[in-house]
T-cell receptor
Framework: QKEVEQDPGPLSVPEGAIVSLNCTYSNSAFQYFMWYRQYSRKGPELLMYTYSSGNKEDGRFTAQVDKSSKYISLFIRDSQPSDSATYLCAMSAGNSGYALNFGKGTSLLVTP | GAVVSQHPSWVICKSGTSVKIECRSLDFQATTMFWYRQFPKQSLMLMATSNEGSKATYEQGVEKDKFLINHASLTLSTLTVTSAHPEDSSFYIC?????????????FGPGTRLTVL
C-alpha cells in the first residue's frame, strides 16, 4: 500500500463549480500537509500549507485536514479555466528540510 | 522571490552518455535540496536528498553510482545521470528548502525533461 493515495482523475467541471480534491494516507506520523498545483511540463507550485488537523482558507482555496481519518481535502470555489492543472497533495512527518511524500496527482479540467 | 531554476530545461542524448542537470536557488540559500523523478501521469518520486557540503542520501532503489549528486554550495546542486539508458528518460525536478526557515517549505524548479535515445 502506498503511503499517499490520490485519485488521478481526470476530473472535468464547468466554470464556476466547486471542486473537491482528496487524498488519504496511511502514515500517522505525517503532520505537515501541502497542496501543489502543477501545469503541464512545469514544476509544482505550492498552493496551501497546513499543520496538523483543521481548516485553512486562502481566497478561493480551502484546505482541510482530518488526521483521525487520515484524509485531506482541497476545495476550489468559483473554479476558473485557469485552474485547469494537476493538483498534488504532499505530506511529511518532519518540519524543516524533510522530504515530501506526494500523491499521484489529480488532473482537473475546468471548461468555460 | 524564492525562485529555483534548472538547466537545461530539456535534453536529448544517446544511450551510454552522461548528462548533468543543474539546480540553482536564485534569490535564497538552500541548506537542503531534493531531486525527484516524474514519469508521465505519475507522481513525483523522491530520488535523493542533498545537504550542502555532505554526501547525498539516496532513496531505496536509486543507484547512487548512476545518479551522482553534488551540492557544492548553498545555491547549487547538480544531478549527473551516468551512462544513461532509454529507461532513464523522465522529467527530473529539483526542489530547495531555504536556510533558516523552520517550516517544511520547498520551492520547485521548472524541471528538466531527459530523453535518452
Amino acid at each position: 500500500q502506498k503511503e499517499v493515495e490520490q485519485d488521478p482523475g481526470p476530473l472535468s467541471v464547468p466554470e464556476g463549480a466547486i471542486v473537491s480534491l482528496n487524498c488519504t494516507y496511511s502514515n500517522s506520523a505525517f503532520q505537515y500537509f501541502m497542496w501543489y498545483r502543477q501545469y503541464s511540463r512545469k514544476g509544482p507550485e505550492l498552493l496551501m500549507y497546513t499543520y496538523s488537523s483543521g481548516n485553512k482558507e486562502d481566497g478561493r482555496f480551502t484546505a482541510q485536514v482530518d488526521k483521525s481519518s487520515k484524509y485531506i481535502s482541497l476545495f476550489i470555489r468559483d473554479s476558473q479555466p485557469s485552474d485547469s492543472a494537476t493538483y498534488l497533495c504532499a505530506m511529511s512527518a518532519g518540519n524543516s528540510g524533510y522530504a515530501l511524500n506526494f500523491g499521484k496527482g489529480t488532473s482537473l479540467l475546468v471548461t468555460p | 522571490g524564492a525562485v529555483v531554476s534548472q538547466h537545461p530545461s530539456w535534453v536529448i542524448c544517446k544511450s551510454g552518455t552522461s548528462v548533468k542537470i543543474e539546480c540553482r536557488s536564485l534569490d535564497f540559500q538552500a541548506t537542503t535540496m531534493f531531486w525527484y523523478r516524474q514519469f508521465p501521469k505519475q507522481s513525483l518520486m523522491l530520488m535523493a536528498t542533498s545537504n550542502e557540503g555532505s554526501k547525498a542520501t539516496y532513496e531505496q532503489g536509486v543507484e547512487k553510482d548512476k545518479f551522482l549528486i553534488n551540492h557544492a554550495s548553498l545555491t547549487l546542486s547538480t544531478l549527473t545521470v551516468t551512462s544513461a539508458h532509454p529507461e532513464d528518460s523522465s522529467f527530473y525536478i529539483c526542489s530547495a528548502h531555504p536556510a533558516g526557515v523552520s517550516y517544511n517549505e520547498q520551492f520547485f524548479g521548472p524541471g528538466t525533461r531527459l530523453t535518452v535515445l
